[in-house]
């Protein structure tokens, strides 16, 4: 399997955050060009990958995760959360996903 999925993880309740919109942008581009914008369903994954395995490719890649639209707090660290990486091998799935609160945000490269 190739291409690139995330989910997304609220770290306060231990649960999937459903609703976040997340953006996909290529950097190979100026300015860098978005390739797919969605929102998490209810388990906090995409319906779909966010750069399906027919249009993998090399490159340098974004996920922008919008996480005080979804969290609305005042005090919150972030307005975004971008998460920059780099695709090495376009056979390879690059999973990314996103474990956050409104003052926390961590990420690593999953399965």
Not at 48 to 61: I, K
Request: proline content about 7%; aromatic content about 10%; overall charge neutral.
């Amino acid at each position: 399997m190739a291409g690139i999925t995330t989910h997304v993880l609220d770290v306060r309740t231990g649960r999937p955050v459903a609703g976040m919109q997340v953006d996909l942008f290529d950097l190979s581009t100026t300015p860098p060009t978005r390739l797919n914008s969605t929102r998490t369903n209810p388990d906090g994954r995409t319906d779909a990958p966010m750069l399906a395995a027919q249009a993998s490719r090399t490159g340098r890649f974004e996920l922008r995760f919008h996480v005080n639209a979804h969290f609305k707090a005042n005090d919150a660290l972030a307005e975004e959360v971008p998460v920059q990486f780099s695709v090495f091998d376009a056979a390879q799935h690059y999973h990314i996903p996103l474990l956050c609160s409104p003052w926390f945000f961590s990420t690593y490269r999953g399965s």
